[in-house]
Every structure is written in C-alpha cells, then in structure tokens.
C-alpha cells in the first residue's frame, strides 16, 4: 500500500484554501506576507475557526509558520501542533510535508510535535492497523473530522491497489466495521457482498501488462543485415 500513497501524492497537488476568509483574516495574510509579526494573532485565531469548523486555509498556516521560522523566539507550539494536525487530515496531498519544511528540526522532538509525525509516518507507509493502535493517538487533541478524514485517506489507498478485499481487511485499515462499515463502504459507492468488499474498476486498479522493451537499437540490427 505504500506504493499507493506515493500514487496519491503525485496525483493530489497541495490545495489552496478551501474556506472563505473575512476580510481581517486577508489582511492579516497580506500582512504576514511582510513578515510582520503583528499578523499572529489573527491568524491564529483563523486557525482556531478552521479546526472548530472543520475547514483548512493552508496558504494562511504556511504564513504563520513562516512568521515563527523568521522570529523563532515566538514560536508557539501549541499553534504548530494544531496546524500540523489539521494538515495531516489532508493527506494525500502534501499540505503536511510543506508545513513541516517550516518547523525548525530542534522542536521534532517536542512531546506536542513528535507523536504527529509517528502518526504521519505510519500514514505514509499505510501501516493502517498500526496508526489505529498507535500510543500517540492518544497523546495529541481531539479535532473536527480526524477519524473520517483518516479514514477517507485509507479507503483511497485500498480503492486504487484493489479490485476487491476481504471485509477484514477493510475493517483492519478503516477501523470500523458490522453496519458502520457497510454503510461507509456503501457511501464511497463501493459493495460489500458475501464477506468481501468491491471496489469501482478504474485505470488505478487494474492489472496492466507489461510493455516489451528491446534494449538492441534498431541501428544496430540494421548493420546486422
């Protein structure tokens, strides 16, 4: 399954904002843009309406970010913990990767940044079963929409390498099962039928057959004859 995050990465660019900003909250970007400290506190609070509405605005965590990257001293890593939180909920696409590029490797370590990034780590190896049972989900804050948004990514990566899968294996790597299962599955548009689950045909899961390539140039052969 690794292979298919490496395959939903590549096909799910980082993503702009997908909720409307007030106009405070622009100009606190523009702003920040300055790399005036000043713009923090709004966008912090930006932050703050994101996880209690389940939305994200990556353009506005990247520049608060990169206003604790350029003044170190005021780096808040409760803040940090949230945004790297609410970027793990977008995975595939890399909206997590570029936030870590902003956090100085010396607050890795931090018991509220180090159990995120096991967390992503175990996400980005599809090690499902091992991400349900890890230790560190209990180490960091509830948000809006963790276990569906998760979940939503693992349906992604068992939809493009399979076909169909035992109903097990669904359950292992989407953590829910009995009616709750069958009504995600169902609700993804995919059947579960006689104890397996069906996905949708699609150019992703389908068996491709290997295209031969001659290493002889033709030239070569040409000279041959």
Known sequence: LKLQFLYLIGHHPPPGYTMQRNAKTQAALDTAKALDLSAATELCEHLQ???AEGTFDLEANLALLKLY???PAQTNL?????VLLKSLLELPTTAFLL???LIAERF???PRIAPILTLHQLLEECRFKEFWNA???AEIPKVTGFDQSIRGYAYQCLAISHQRCTEAMAAEVLNTSGPALATFIKGKGSELKDGL???PVTDSNQRRAQEAQSSIQVGYVARIF
């Open 49 to 51: 309406r994101q996880i």
């Open 99 to 101: 936030c870590t590029y």
């Open 108 to 110: 890795h370590d931090d």
């Open 69 to 71: 990257q350029f003044f």
């Open 78 to 82: 409760d803040v940090v913990q949230k």
């Open 135 to 137: 230790p560190e989900l």
């Open 197 to 199: 689950v069906l996905f």
